[in-house]
Structures are given as C-alpha cells and as structure tokens.
C-alpha cells in the first residue's frame, strides 16, 4: 500500500495536466499503473518516430511539442495531419496488430511517452479493463483511414484553377510567428483551399524539412487598403518537379478557405485574368 501511495505521488504533475481527460477514464491505480509502464524520451525537430510500413508494436503519447504524420506518394512526403500535445499516436497498429501506413517525425522538439505492447498481458489479471478503457480513449481521436478520406473529399470539393505570376512566402516559426525566412516563387494552381507554387529549393533534405511547416503567403491582387495581405496555411507537400534544377512544388493548405470573390480577386491580379479582362 506504501509502495503503491509512493508511485501515485511520483507521477509528474505536469503529465497529469496533458492527459487529465485520460485521467477522468481511468482509476487513480490504473493511471498510475499505465504512468509507470510509460519510457518517456525527447525528440529532435525531423527526428523519425516511426517509419511507414515498419512493425512497430508501440502507443504514443505526445506530451509536448508537435508530431507530424507523413506518407510518400511518387517519391514525395506528404503530410497527412499535425498532432499535438494530449494526442495519441499509433492506436491502429498497437490494438489491431497491423504495420504503420505512414510515418511520423517530430516538428521541432517534442517530449513523447511511449507504451510497450506486451505491458497489456501483464495488465490483465489485476487491471482487466485498463485496455479497453485506453482503447476507448484512442477511438476518440480521428482514425488516420478517416483523414485519407477527408482528403480526397477536400481534393474533390476545392476546384484547382491554373494561375501564374509571383507569389512570396514566409515560414512561420513553431508560435506561428515570422521566423524571417521567405522566398518568392512562381504560382501553379490555387482554389478557395489552397495554393500551390514554385520554388528553387538548393538541397533536396531541405525539401523535406519544410513538410509541416506553417506558412505566410501574399497573393497577387490581394491587398486591401492598398496594403499586401497575407494567408496562413501549412505545407502539406513538397514534390520534385525539376529536380536536376533543384526546382519543387510547395503545396498549402490554408487555415481558412477563401471566399469565392477573394479568389476571383487574386485570379484578376494574376497574368491570365489580365488577358481575360476579369
């Protein structure tokens, strides 16, 4: 009883504050029981958690920072959702025992926990709704097959309209705050959900390394009050287009859809509704 008092005052009170919506499911014992099975590390920005198609019998628990979750398609990364801190990754895998279908890496520095797969056999005697109960909790957060459909819904609901002429960009830092690096590039294609554009890109890792990233993009056409106005969003894909020419493709999301006559306003300020007389 002792030894059991000590392991619940141990539980760091900053891990209870993060999951204190796991902890309203579970018994003081069963959390504390499911806190002393965790490993807990520190992750580095682009560090790999877990690689796609890997055998990985491990449930995360993001405790801060953020994760991004990735697949490649063609050659190309392309991000699948940012998750952040009281999030748990990996539920798929570690209740149904199938192999990851995307990959996750840290988007700058993270604190994660992770839960072994065999800790639930040890459970099962004293502790036999301690998995149901986490599995229940996992299933509240949106299933990855879910977001896959989400995104062919949203490529099929935005209609992609070509568009050229120059477009700059700004990376924002992990506060969403101007992190100084910008660059300008050439636009491809754009819809009231997002934009995509050209860019020379000196390094293909460095490529890689802006997949997650939030973004700060200025238009042509969309000043208000004679002043350039800027959309958030964040890069969802990188894709070689020129590669010998270190040229890609920056696709973006943005935070918040566009109105149908704020993007009529960027197509007149654009090249081809000039021809057109938009």
Same mark, same amino acid.
């Given at each position: 009883?002792?030894?059991?008092?000590? $392991?619940?005052?141990?539980?760091?009170? @900053?891990?209870?504050?993060?999951?204190?919506?796991?902890?309203? #499911?579970? !018994?003081?014992?069963?959390?504390?029981?499911?806190?002393?099975?965790?490993?807990?590390?520190?992750?580095? %920005?682009?560090?790999?958690?877990?690689?796609?198609?890997?055998?990985? %019998?491990?449930?995360?628990?993001?405790?801060?920072? $953020?994760?991004?979750? =990735?697949?490649?398609?063609? @050659?190309?990364?392309?991000?699948?959702?940012? &998750?952040?801190?009281?999030?748990?990754?990996?539920?798929?895998? =570690?209740?149904?025992?199938?192999?990851?279908?995307?990959?996750?890496?840290?988007?700058?520095?993270?604190?994660?926990?992770?839960?072994?797969?065999?800790?639930?056999?040890?459970?099962?005697?004293?502790?036999?709704?301690?998995?149901?109960?986490?599995?229940?909790?996992?299933?509240?957060?949106?299933? +990855?097959?879910?977001? =896959?459909?989400?995104?062919?819904?949203?490529?099929?609901?935005?209609?992609?309209?070509?568009? !050229?002429?120059?477009? !700059?960009?700004?990376?924002? %830092?992990?506060?969403?705050?101007?992190?100084?690096?910008?660059?300008?590039?050439?636009?491809?294609? +754009?819809?009231?959900? @997002? *934009?995509?554009? =050209?860019?020379? +890109?000196?390094?293909?890792?460095?490529?890689?390394?802006?997949?997650?990233?939030? #973004?700060?993009?200025?238009?042509?056409?969309?000043?208000?009050?004679?002043?350039?106005?800027?959309?958030?969003? #964040? +890069? &969802?894909?990188?894709?070689?287009?020129? *590669? &010998?020419?270190?040229?890609?493709?920056?696709?973006?999301?943005?935070? #918040?859809?566009? /109105? /149908?006559?704020?993007?009529?306003?960027?197509?007149?300020?654009?090249?081809?509704?000039?021809?057109?007389?938009?």
């Amino acid at each position: 009883e002792i030894i059991e008092e000590e $392991k619940r005052a141990a539980i760091d009170k @900053g891990h209870l504050e993060v999951w204190s919506a796991l902890y309203d #499911v579970l !018994s003081v014992d069963e959390f504390s029981t499911l806190y002393h099975c965790l490993e807990h590390r520190r992750y580095h %920005n682009e560090e790999l958690i877990v690689s796609q198609g890997a055998l990985q %019998n491990s449930l995360f628990f993001i405790n801060s920072g $953020k994760v991004k979750l =990735f697949f490649r398609e063609e @050659g190309s990364d392309v991000l699948v959702k940012t &998750m952040v801190p009281g999030e748990v990754l990996g539920a798929g895998t =570690f209740f149904d025992a199938s192999v990851w279908t995307i990959s996750a890496a840290s988007l700058g520095s993270s604190e994660i926990s992770s839960l072994q797969l065999k800790n639930l056999e040890r459970w099962k005697e004293e502790y036999p709704a301690l998995e149901s109960k986490l599995s229940d909790f996992c299933s509240s957060f949106e299933r +990855i097959d879910q977001f =896959f459909k989400k995104s062919n819904r949203d490529r099929r609901q935005f209609k992609r309209l070509k568009i !050229s002429g120059r477009i !700059s960009a700004t990376l924002l %830092n992990s506060e969403g705050q101007n992190s100084g690096v910008s660059t300008k590039g050439e636009l491809s294609d +754009i819809s009231t959900g @997002g *934009v995509s554009f =050209f860019v020379r +890109i000196s390094k293909k890792e460095n490529a890689r390394l802006l997949l997650g990233r939030g #973004v700060r993009v200025v238009l042509p056409g969309s000043e208000v009050s004679g002043q350039a106005a800027g959309r958030q969003g #964040v +890069i &969802m894909a990188v894709r070689g287009y020129h *590669v &010998m020419e270190n040229e890609y493709s920056v696709h973006v999301k943005f935070d #918040v859809n566009m /109105h /149908h006559h704020e993007l009529q306003r960027v197509l007149q300020g654009s090249p081809e509704g000039a021809r057109a007389g938009l």
